[in-house]
Each structure stands twice: as structure tokens, then as C-alpha cells.
């Protein structure tokens, strides 16, 4: 049973499917409102007391235009129930005869998804890096460089031009082992290299400091009514010079804000949700603290509040 509008009732109606026929019958005139549909679900059913092997799977996956063959080469499985040394058998020396080219990059294409999911990342990001790591391989100049630290490089360049930057320290979190310092430098390599290959600078995307405002305000568990202040707040420091990073203006505002609230939170957690060291927070501080009564929303705090604030 489902709700759709009948034209014949003239009113949103509960509507009956019928799977066999295909038709989506009004429950109250009988009018059939859609016919011959199509069923998109799984055609099987997976009982409890089949084995996990019994993939019913009919399909593989998707093609990848990155790859030489679009990503549907066959690969030859070791049969179920059989021991010993599959390459020592005949399927599994002729699948080690005909090596993928590609197969450097599936790992790599591999690596990029864990990270994107450890991270949180939308398919679009996962998708971007994963073209940007395959231009810097087609050029054959990143031999004996940090494999991780490259991946890891592409991960945050394409954060940067999809508008949903991550810190240097977010990425370096799943970087496999790859330093800031690593990371950095394979950075400016990837945009030197594509800035060659195009002959232009690479677009990497302006960073502002509420682009990390809800995810810094989320892991420290903020309530909706100062997350909606701390971002009214960032995006108000914009109009002033301040020369300090966007993560730091962040962390800054964030700190402002729940000092006025009734939760408010240690310099030591806010450092430690945003990455920020503690003295540069302070820095920060320091520099939003002669405007804070033009930074702080007025509905959110009044002259007597900002008074009682510590200074810097």
C-alpha cells in the first residue's frame, strides 16, 4: 500500500501495487494511475541456511573509464574446496600470465576509496582523486616517490576543487603512515606536474573558514543553536583582515562562542576537534578579540556578555 493523487478522485488516495501485472491501482475507484512498471529490486531471495559463498549475483561491476579495459577484465577465482597453491595450477598460471596492466592502479583506485570512506567522503571526491592520481601516472615521473603521500596528495587536492577541503592533519589521519611534511611536498609535485601537462595553473579551490565550521562544531558536540552562531560568526570574520589560516579563524570563532555559552569547552578539546595547537588558537584570539562585537551575532549574545569575555 502506498499514497498517490488519483486524478478520477481528485485527492491524494492509498494505492494498491500489483507486482505480477505491473499496475498501480487506486484502492478507492479501482483507476490504474501507472502501468507496466519496473521492478528494480533483486529478482532472488537469500535464506538464512545458504552459504555466504552462494553469491546470486548475476552482474559484475561498474566500468571504469580509468582503466585500460573499462575495469572488466576477467579474473579467474580460486575454486571453492581447493587446497594447495592455486598458481600451481593451470587456471592459476595462465591467470598469472596474463598479468592487468592496470593493476598498479586498481590498488591505488583501492587505497583511494578506503581513505575517501574512513574520511567520510561523497563518490564525487573518491571519483575526482582518482583522475588526478591517473594524469600523474600516465606522465611516468612518480616512480621511487611515497606512494601514500601521492594518494593521499590527490585525496586533498580533490576535497579542494569539489569545496570540501579537509586540514593537511584530517587526510594525513588515513594516510597510511605518509607525514604532513610528505604529503605537502607530493602536493606541489601533483600541481606542478598538472600544471605542466595543461599549461596552466592548477584550480585548487578557495578555502574560507566556515568550510570546516560544522564538522569542527560537530566533533565537539555542539547544540544547533551555537553551531548556527559560530557560523554566522565565521562567515562575518571574512570582512575583516585577519591574517591567520581559515582553520585557525575557525577554531578561534568556535572557542568565542562557547565561552559565551552555558557549555562552554576547554581550549584543549577545541584543539583537539580542530587540529589547532592551543597557542595558535590563542594567536587567533587575540586578533578576532577588537571585533567581536561586529563578529558575534547579536541575537546571540549582548554588549554585557561580550564585556564579561576574557581578554587576550
Known amino acids: ?8 478522485c481528485k485527492k491524494h488516495t492509498e494505492v494498491v501495487c500489483d507486482h505480477s501485472a505491473g499496475d498501480t491501482v487506486c484502492s ?25 559463498d552462494n553469491d546470486p549475483v548475476r552482474v559484475g561491476g561498474p566500468t571504469n573509464p580509468l582503466l585500460t579495459d ?11 574446496g581447493a587446497s594447495g597453491d592455486f598458481l600451481s595450477t593451470s587456471l592459476g598460471r595462465w591467470q598469472n600470465r596474463g598479468s592487468n596492466p592496470d593493476r598498479g ?19 564525487t571526491i573518491k571519483d575526482r582523486a582518482n583522475e588526478i592520481y591517473k594524469k600523474v601516472e600516465d606522465q ?7 606512494q601514500d603521500a601521492l594518494l593521499a596528495a590527490c585525496l586533498y587536492i580533490a576535497c579542494r576543487q569539489e569545496d570540501k577541503p579537509r586540514t593537511v592533519k584530517e587526510i594525513c589521519s588515513v594516510a597510511n603512515g605518509a607525514s604532513k611534511k610528505e604529503i ?17 595553473s592548477v584550480e585548487m579551490g578557495t578555502i574560507h573558514a566556515g568550510d570546516f565550521m560544522r564538522r569542527f562544531c560537530s566533533n565537539l558536540g555542539m547544540s ?5 552562531a559560530a557560523t554566522e560568526a565565521v562567515k562575518t570574520s571574512e570582512q575583516f583582515d585577519i591574517r ?9 570563532v568556535i572557542y568565542i562562542i562557547t565561552q559565551l555559552s552555558d557549555d562552554k569547552k576547554p581550549l584543549r578539546d577545541i584543539s583537539l576537534a580542530t587540529g589547532v595547537a592551543e597557542g595558535t588558537i590563542r594567536n587567533s584570539y587575540k586578533d578576532l578579540y577588537p571585533h567581536v562585537s561586529k563578529i558575534i551575532p547579536a541575537w546571540y549574545a549582548n554588549e554585557e556578555d561580550l564585556k564579561n569575555l576574557s581578554s587576550p
Not at 544547533?224 to 548556527?228: A, D, G, I, L, Q
Open 105 to 123: 592502479l586498481i590498488l591505488a583506485f583501492k587505497t583511494i576509496a578506503t581513505m575517501s570512506d574512513r574520511l567520510g567522503l561523497v563518490a
Open 184 to 200: 605537502g611536498r607530493a602536493k606541489e609535485y601533483i600541481v606542478k606536474q598538472l600544471g605542466l601537462e595543461a599549461g596552466q
Open 140 to 146: 611516468k615521473s612518480s616512480r621511487g616517490r611515497n
Open 28 to 52: 478507492e475507484c479501482g483507476l490504474v494511475l501507472e502501468s507496466h512498471s519496473i521492478d528494480e529490486t533483486s529478482e532472488w531471495r537469500i535464506f538464512a541456511n545458504e552459504s555466504g
Open 244 to 252: 591567520r589560516s581559515p582553520i585557525s579563524i575557525a577554531a578561534a
Open 70 to 80: 573499462g575495469g572488466l577484465s576477467t579474473v579467474i577465482a580460486k575454486p571453492n
Open 224 to 228: 544547533n543553536h551555537t553551531v548556527k
Open 1 to 8: 500500500m502506498g499514497d498517490a493523487f488519483c486524478s478520477d
